[in-house]
């Protein structure tokens, strides 16, 4: 019954802002380490942050670095994903991503992560 489910997904202008959330169900998943991968089209799939359960370690790609912040409610099982000053190469399907063996990292790469969301699209334009 393991799920996460994204949501915030949309349309913006280049500058502006969007916030993604995931909910994950499951109890293991209130305990895992939560992430963002993003896939742009034709591209392969990449790291964009991730968060340990604790909030006390993430872990950003360069390319969002200062413009992203990620946090996690683990009251409500979820992990948000702030997007600030989007560029049109932002565009992508946005994945939630839970791995459950580690607590103490964030992995950036996508084969350490155990369960994923269907993605939710955001399209930056100029």
């Known amino acids: 019954q393991v799920q996460l489910v994204e949501s915030g997904g949309g349309s913006v202008q280049a500058g502006g802002s969007l916030r993604l959330s995931c909910v994950a169900s499951?109890?293991?998943?209130?305990?895992?380490?939560l992430g963002w991968f993003r896939q742009a089209p034709g591209k392969e799939r990449e790291f964009v942050a991730g968060?340990?359960?604790?909030?006390?370690?993430?872990n950003f790609a360069d390319s969002v670095k200062g413009r992203f912040t990620i946090s996690r409610d683990n009251m409500k099982s979820t992990v948000y994903l702030q997007m600030n000053s989007l560029k049109p190469e932002d565009t992508g399907v946005y994945y939630c991503?839970?791995?459950?063996?580690?607590?103490?990292?964030?992995?950036?790469?996508?084969?350490?992560?155990?369960?994923w969301g269907q993605g939710t699209q955001v399209t930056v334009s100029v």
């Open positions: 991503a839970a791995e459950i063996h580690s607590r103490v990292r964030v992995s950036t790469r996508e084969d350490e992560y155990d369960y």
């Open positions: 499951g109890g293991v998943l209130s305990t895992s380490v």
């Open positions: 968060i340990t359960w604790s909030g006390s370690i993430t």
